[in-house]
């Protein structure tokens, strides 16, 4: 199976701020990663598909880039609202893979 | 509009089995895939499985696949998963999410299903 390994698993930052977290693949998987925000007591949604693109709804403070196996969500301009746990998984191969998650608070 | 229902919280022994249901409805239910995925308290996601809507092609994490059943009934375009010999560690909340046909992408999901099991 292929690992995800997200990093960190929490960060704290200001309304307002930008903020990126990684997620990397124990092998390659092309642009086959996909990112959602799970808020508590909630199902995940979807952010982002296929490393890059912004799906439906999203607004577009949220982007995500690829660098091999190492994959980036950004969040510029945080707002109150994004504090959630984001989670990449895999879509390359089967059994599809999730990471640990990254916890984002809002000072 | 896009929407999946999933049935209310169970508590069951250690060894009984449930079945949990996803009624989707505002899409055409055979052009898609239906996965299941748990969450334990305060862990991340799993993946179990998914079921084909269009012909009903399963597949299973290893770990689970001895004893979980996925299922379709087209004519309610419902999905529904049962597992047998429940475990302790089988406490969770269970996530049925709508699976593109190609990739393992879940753009849809249900509210989640709490399964306890307690003795």
């Known amino acids: 199976d292929i690992q995800m390994t997200q990093s960190p698993s929490s960060l704290s930052a200001f309304v307002g701020d930008r903020v990126s977290f990684t997620c990397r693949a124990s092998q390659s998987i092309s642009s086959s990663l996909n990112w959602y925000q799970q808020k508590p007591g909630k199902a995940p949604k979807l952010l982002i598909f296929?490393?890059?693109t912004l799906q439906s709804g999203v607004p577009p403070r949220f982007s995500g880039r690829e660098s091999g196996t190492e994959f980036t969500l950004t969040i510029t301009n945080l707002q109150r609202d994004d504090a959630a746990t984001y989670f990449c998984q895999q879509s390359y191969s089967n059994p599809p893979t999730f990471g640990q998650g990254t916890k984002v608070e809002i000072k | 509009q896009v929407h999946l229902m999933q049935s209310g919280p169970e508590v069951k022994m250690p060894g009984a089995s449930v079945r949990v249901s996803c009624k989707t409805s505002g899409y055409s239910f055979t052009n898609y895939g239906i996965s299941w995925v748990r969450q334990a308290p305060g862990q991340g996601l799993e993946w179990l499985g998914w079921?084909?809507?269009?012909?009903?092609?399963?597949s299973y994490a290893q770990k689970v696949q001895d004893r979980v059943i996925l299922t379709t009934d087209t004519t309610t375009d419902t999905a529904h998963m049962e597992m047998r010999n429940l475990r302790y560690e089988d406490t969770a909340v269970y996530f049925c999410a709508r699976r593109m046909r190609l990739e393992a992408r879940y753009d849809f999901w249900g509210q989640g299903t709490q399964v306890t099991v307690s003795s």
């Open positions: 079921v084909s809507g269009h012909n009903g092609f399963t």
């Open positions: 296929g490393a890059s």
